[in-house]
């Protein structure tokens, strides 16, 4: 009989306009916030800030804004958070944003009263999705998280990425107390999301629901709810791309995000995600989605000889013609599928099409990562990097 593990510990508040709901859902765990944001000149999310203190404020919330998380957050930019804690004296976390800002909100939760850090060190130990730590604070503050994305799911995960370009090293850590106590998904907030945004947001998202399938830790919910996931984004984003401010789209592509976020923290990912932070640590430049989409196609061409069963399945969300196919027809569909969903929201790119230089590709393909990776053989997980360097 099957056994498995499922643990979802964050209250969701779904919904379009739900965000109004900011001041009395942070109320509840402090009177002093800060706010976790990226940086406080931009254009388009200054209003959605300004909107936020005004909530807070009118609920009695002293706000301390942080706002200078950047792409791919940084060891240096967690401290400084940090300090900026202790200085305030924070009751309480908000994180508005994509998954850098909530990665480092959540970071700043966890490590808060645990003094220096030794990163090196942290980076070593915390790496099962699945394990019950001791946590590295007497007290982990309290988090809220209200994604700008339909993307990352860091919303509704244990896991962080935390970049050190010290090393060149970008590095995934997991706790179970770094979960959010709540998370407030308001699909209003993602109109403004540009095109290209969107499909790399949304991409990142089908990958987390792919790739928790195929592990075999997933259990009949992650299983589910990734199908689930999978089948909306194929249905929504290549229009979503086209049709940004569609509402309906967006609350879709929102949904699926969710779902992925806690398949993926139930079941974790698999090769491609270690491939794309190992790229991403040499060329921080460079999106994480678009680094999954990227290597996706050669991923695929691999992976449909592993997983033929799984892989047929998914294929045949793409193409429900494949249903009178056998498994191995299907699974083989798949690389050509993904290659042609890619074309269709804008994100089929060899690495080098996208700036990646030979320098930086060599340093990516001879990181000491890959000789500790448990996905596959290291020839196998290099060449996939090399091959979506041209294609």
Not at 49 to 67: N, P, T, W
Request: a negative charge; glycine letters at 6%; charged letters at 20%.
């Amino acid at each position: 009989m099957e056994q498995f593990r499922f643990y979802q510990p964050t209250r969701i508040h779904f919904g379009a306009g739900c965000l109004n709901q900011v001041g009395s859902i942070v109320g509840k765990y402090g009177k002093k916030c800060m706010l976790v944001t990226t940086t406080n000149t931009e254009d388009v999310l200054r209003p959605l800030y300004d909107r936020v203190k005004a909530l807070l404020s009118e609920a009695g919330i002293q706000v301390v804004h942080f706002d200078k998380v950047v792409p791919n957050p940084t060891i240096s930019g967690i401290e400084e958070a940090i300090a900026l804690v202790h200085q305030e004296k924070v009751e309480v976390v908000l994180a508005v944003g994509g998954g850098s800002s909530i990665d480092t909100a959540k970071s700043i939760t966890l490590f808060n009263g645990a003094g220096k850090v030794d990163w090196p060190k942290v980076f070593s130990t915390y790496t099962d999705p699945f394990a019950e730590y001791e946590s590295p604070s007497p007290e982990v503050l309290p988090l809220v998280a209200v994604p700008t994305t339909a993307g990352t799911g860091s919303e509704l995960t244990q896991a962080m990425v935390i970049s050190d370009p010290e090393h060149n090293d970008k590095e995934c850590i997991f706790h179970d107390k770094a979960f959010a106590k709540e998370a407030i998904i308001d699909p209003e907030l993602m109109r403004t999301l540009p095109p290209r945004m969107t499909a790399i947001t949304g991409f990142d998202a089908f990958t987390h629901s792919f790739e928790s399938y195929l592990r075999d830790c997933a259990s009949p919910y992650t299983r589910t709810i990734g199908m689930k996931a999978m089948s909306l984004i194929i249905e929504t984003l290549p229009k979503l791309v086209k049709d940004t401010g569609n509402m309906e789209l967006r609350e879709k592509m929102a949904q699926a995000a969710m779902f992925s976020g806690i398949s993926l923290g139930n079941a974790a990912a698999t090769l491609p995600h270690p491939i794309s932070e190992i790229v991403g640590g040499v060329a921080p430049r460079l999106a994480h989605g678009q680094c999954l989409a990227t290597l996706y196609p050669q991923y695929l061409r691999w992976q449909c000889t592993q997983a033929v069963e799984k892989c047929a399945a998914v294929a045949r969300l793409f193409d429900p013609a494949l249903s009178d196919k056998s498994d191995k027809e299907a699974a083989d569909k798949l690389p050509l599928l993904m290659k042609e969903f890619l074309q269709s929201v804008g994100l089929y790119y060899s690495f080098s099409q996208l700036g990646l230089t030979e320098e930086e590709l060599k340093l990516a393909e001879a990181s000491p990562i890959f000789n500790f990776l448990p996905f596959a053989p290291k020839e196998v997980m290099v060449g996939i990097l090399h091959d979506s360097y041209e294609f």
